[in-house]
């Protein structure tokens, strides 16, 4: 079963499986209007899934995946570097001088941004 929204004045259309033509329900029958609300709530509840998934992966960055490198210090790397593009020329030295970041965790940091680089 499928209903369509109103075009114009032609009013809701209700398409049943098995049948050719749409059967067209009063403009304020409760039926009508409950199955209205119906498809409004799956598309409320379809477009929020959608935005979440979008901003879960726009919001994703190579820098969630190394150990060691949680939001304060990817705040401070990004602050500090201005872009990740910057922080993507930053050599280890630049990254182990960051506090919190020694020479380690900067050497670890700067080999992923240069295999992410490598790759794109």
């Known amino acids: 079963m499928a209903i369509a929204k109103e075009k114009e004045e032609e ?18 029958s409760p039926a009508l209007l409950y199955l209205m609300r119906i498809r409004d709530e799956s598309h409320r509840f379809g477009i929020t899934f959608h ?4 901003n879960a992966h726009t919001l994703h960055s190579v820098l969630d995946e190394i150990p060691g490198i949680g939001p304060a210090r990817k ?16 050599t280890p030295d630049e990254l182990a001088a960051l506090p919190g970041i020694g020479p380690v965790l900067a050497a670890i940091l700067h080999s992923r941004l240069q295999d992410n680089r490598n790759t794109e």
Do not use: D, M, W
Not at 16 to 26: A, D, Q, S, Y
Not at 51 to 54: C, N, S
Not at 78 to 89: D, N
């Open 11 to 28: 009013g809701e259309k209700l398409f049943l499986p098995g049948r050719k033509n749409p059967v067209i329900l009063p403009p304020h």
């Open 75 to 90: 705040k401070l790397l990004l602050e500090t570097f201005g872009s990740y593009r910057r922080l993507c020329q930053a």
């Open 51 to 54: 935005r979440r998934l979008r």
